[in-house]
């Protein structure tokens, strides 16, 4: 009984993390999305060529992410689904 708590404990802890650091939208896009939307379109933080997308709604904006589009490969490089979800949140966040 003793191990089957400290198992569950343990499980909770680990998957609690994760989730701490998929929710950390800025790291996911310094990491996966900074180095083409920098530079190339549409831009960080540029409301005008956000507006469009963000339309769409960030659920819209993240399957299109982790599908890829044009030159943005599946995932735009993020390690996962959730780190996506984060980084399409924090750069519609900061284009509005």
């Not at 180095?35 to 960080?44: D, E, L, S, T, Y």
């Not at 490969?73 to 980084?87: E, I, R, T, W, Y």
């Amino acid at each position: 009984m003793r191990l089957a708590i400290i198992g569950i404990v343990t499980l909770a802890t680990l998957c609690g993390a994760g989730q701490v650091v998929a929710a950390d939208g800025k790291a996911a896009y310094t990491k996966s999305c900074a180095g083409c939307h920098a530079n190339m379109a549409p831009k960080f933080g540029d409301k005008a060529a956000w507006a469009p997308r963000i339309k769409q709604g960030a659920d819209a904006l993240a399957a299109s992410v982790i599908k890829g589009k044009g030159a943005m490969p599946p995932k735009g490089g993020a390690a996962n689904d959730a780190d996506v979800k984060a980084a399409v949140e924090y750069m519609i966040n900061a284009a509005k």
